[in-house]
């Protein structure tokens, strides 16, 4: 018999305190919950994986013709289409990683219940299913505008990781929060929707945030998705974003992050009692 | 040598009104508008009712002990395994656990439908904490341990029950750990497969590892442990010798009446019979002869439930299940009124004689109510068994079957 050195201690105080270590020790769940979650999702699916292109391109072809054509909504020196497809594809990862994030625990339920393991595995691997949606839409929206003759310009090197990191860190804020609220509220799961829709209209997807008057483009870069948006349009076009309101957004997005991540670590250890 | 499990005045304190599914955002708003000084005052929800699960529970387990926990439903068993595998934080109290600890509450954790037996053994391998480089080593025995060799990449959810449940099993007993935390896993699926569980167990507690076992099966526990603690109302008796422990948990079930009250259902079961006689009284039957059970009950709410009833009769000296069945088996549905009773007539074979436990399970609209609820004893008497007028007291089979010798020449 293996004599093993671990020792775990059970008490009280044992519970919601935060190890790394423990994250790192069950970092293959984490791959395994997410290779399951894009395993099961097209299983028995016609499209299959066309599923994951389907949306942002209908959702483009629908915005172009509304916002673009009738509305006349500018879009700067891109054409509305890219212009708007490149708002959808950050703003799809962010919307579908908040969702399914926030519905994580109560999805898992069974798992909590009966099995240990650092809870923060599950909604972290549902950002981690949404990554590769991603990864292919960004593909998709690169050649949409190299074909339209708008390649990316250097920008992108700072650009690009600027919009996927303010991204990821407010859908893994907003999604924890969400998810442990969600625990005990399943009120969360009416709210939803309704506030990411409404969370849409205030981010500069469907807009450019210059049809604001500068005073007001403040507030909207306390939305960090603004930022996020904003800057992946400097990647094609011409115009350089306004770094001003990059720094708020980032800064924004980040406390985001820690506030989430906080309220999930300190209520984590009664989720098996109340889910 | 420091003890491998050692737990010391561990306690689990649960409120009532924090166990419902789930509540809404209004409940918690209603109560701040109608009484933000509580509220504010730190939540000291004086009204709602707390209990203790478990209360002060000591136990030092020493390596390689297998300890089987016994005690009736909502005693505290699960609640226990619950804390020391970190699923739920204990109140007060410390343990401390030497080696890898893995659970099993529930059998097939996490399997998903949708996907592949092969599939399901990662994921559920992993659920459980085991590696991939740890599931890929034990794949082969595993997929044996299971027989489902052939629908290794057919979806589970086309899988049988049957099937289902050895995979799930066979993932689970592959499990790399110093100490085993079992909750009743072994109490499901066919009797062929139960047999092959427990051997596999067996194997698991030779090779030196610590389990602590929980199970209603008495005679599992018998089987598997040495040493076990009684649980009653969240406190635990001492480490006893196995026999002595189940003796003693024997005669305090003895104490009870055969009968069983649900008050959450409003429903009362007030007497089981025995042709006619009632189980407080050991009835007498003979083999060879028609056996009538009776369960009679009361209810005095007017709700009707849909009622699914079993009973069971176990060998009493080493809890052999003799005999099995309940209602929807055979397709009988009821729903209950306001008294009423149910029955049972089967003809009893040429059993071995002796002491019966008669054990019944009640499920009301399909949730299970009591579990392996002992009611009473019965006695098999002796009858003339063999053409040599040898009594059956030493036969070595549990059933006589009427047969015939032949000699040729």
């Known amino acids: ?275 | 040598m420091k003890p491998i499990i050692e737990i010391n005045k561990l306690s689990k304190k649960y409120k009532y009104g924090v166990s419902q599914p789930y509540y809404s955002l209004r409940d918690s708003l209603t109560n701040w508008i109608t009484d933000p000084v509580k509220v504010l005052a730190g939540n000291k929800k004086t009204d709602m009712g707390q209990f203790w699960a478990l209360k002060d529970i000591d136990l030092n387990v020493k390596e390689g002990e297998i300890v089987g926990i016994i005690g009736r439903n909502g005693a505290g068993k699960t609640t226990l395994l619950k804390v020391l595998s970190r699923i739920t934080p204990p109140t007060e109290g410390k343990a401390v656990l030497r080696g890898r600890v893995a659970s099993l509450l529930e059998v097939g954790t996490g399997f998903h439908p949708e996907l592949t037996g092969r599939e399901n053994i990662f994921l559920n391998g992993a659920i459980l904490g085991m590696s991939r480089v740890e599931v890929r080593k034990k794949f082969d025995d595993i997929v044996d341990f299971a027989e489902i060799e052939r629908f290794l990449d057919t979806p589970v959810k086309r899988y049988s029950s049957g099937m289902h449940m050895r995979l799930a099993f066979a993932v689970a007993a592959h499990l790399e750990a110093e100490i085993l935390l079992i909750d009743e896993v072994l109490s499901v699926g066919d009797t062929a497969f139960q047999q092959k569980s427990l051997g596999k167990m067996e194997n698991i507690s030779q090779s030196g590892r610590t389990i602590l076992f929980v199970s209603h099966n008495l005679g599992m526990v018998k089987k598997l442990c040495l040493k076990g603690i009684i649980i009653k109302d969240g406190r635990s008796s001492k480490l006893t010798a196995i026999d002595e422990l189940i003796n003693t948990y024997q005669q305090s079930r003895q104490t009870s009446s055969a009968s069983i009250r649900l008050n959450r259902y409003n429903l009362e079961f007030i007497n089981f019979r025995v042709n006619g006689i009632s189980v407080k009284d050991e009835p007498e039957v003979f083999p060879e002869s028609q056996m009538e059970i009776t369960a009679e009950y009361k209810g005095s709410g007017n709700k009707s439930y849909d009622l699914c009833l079993s009973f069971a009769l176990r060998k009493k000296e080493d809890y052999t299940l003799m005999y099995y069945s309940h209602n929807h088996l055979e397709n009988v549905r009821h729903m209950t009124e306001k008294k009423g009773s149910i029955s049972l007539r089967f003809h009893l074979p040429h059993v071995s004689p002796g002491k019966y436990t008669l054990e019944t399970q009640i499920w009301l609209d399909g949730n299970l109510v009591t579990d392996g609820f002992e009611m009473g004893d019965l006695t098999v008497v002796s009858a003339p068994a063999f053409a040599s007028h040898k009594s059956f007291a030493n036969f070595p089979a549990h059933l006589l079957i009427p047969s015939l010798w032949r000699i040729r020449k």
């Open chain 1, 1 to 275: 018999m293996r004599v093993s050195s671990r020792e775990t201690v059970i008490s009280p105080k044992s519970f919601g305190v935060f190890h790394l270590a423990e994250i790192v020790r069950f970092r293959e769940l984490f791959y395994i919950f997410s290779w399951r979650d894009i395993k099961v999702r097209y299983k028995q699916t016609f499209l299959g994986i066309f599923w994951v292109i389907f949306q942002p391109l209908v959702t483009t072809i629908i915005f172009t013709v509304f916002f673009g054509n009738f509305a006349k909504i500018p879009s700067g020196d891109l054409p509305y289409p890219l212009f708007v497809l490149t708002g959808l594809v950050f703003w799809n990862y962010f919307s579908n990683s908040v969702s399914h994030a926030a519905n994580s625990m109560i999805e898992n339920e069974s798992i909590i219940k009966k099995v240990y393991f650092p809870k923060i595995i599950l909604p972290l691997s549902s950002l981690l299913t949404g990554f590769i949606d991603f990864l292919i839409n960004l593909f998709i929206l690169f050649i949409f505008a190299v074909v339209t003759g708008h390649s990316p310009n250097l920008r992108i090197i700072y650009l690009l990781p600027f919009s996927i990191l303010v991204t990821i860190f407010s859908s893994s804020g907003i999604g924890l929060f969400l998810a442990s609220v969600n625990v005990k509220y399943r009120d969360v799961r009416y709210i939803l929707p309704f506030f990411i829709q409404i969370l849409l209209f205030i981010t500069p997807v469907i807009y450019p945030l210059s049809i604001l008057s500068p005073s007001h483009k403040i507030y909207m870069a306390f939305n960090p998705m603004s930022g996020a948006v904003e800057a992946s349009r400097g990647i094609f076009s011409g115009t350089t974003p306004d770094f001003f309101l990059l720094t708020v957004s980032a800064v924004s997005s980040l406390l985001i992050l820690i506030a989430g991540f906080v309220y999930f670590s300190k209520t984590e250890k009664f989720f098996a009692d109340i889910v």
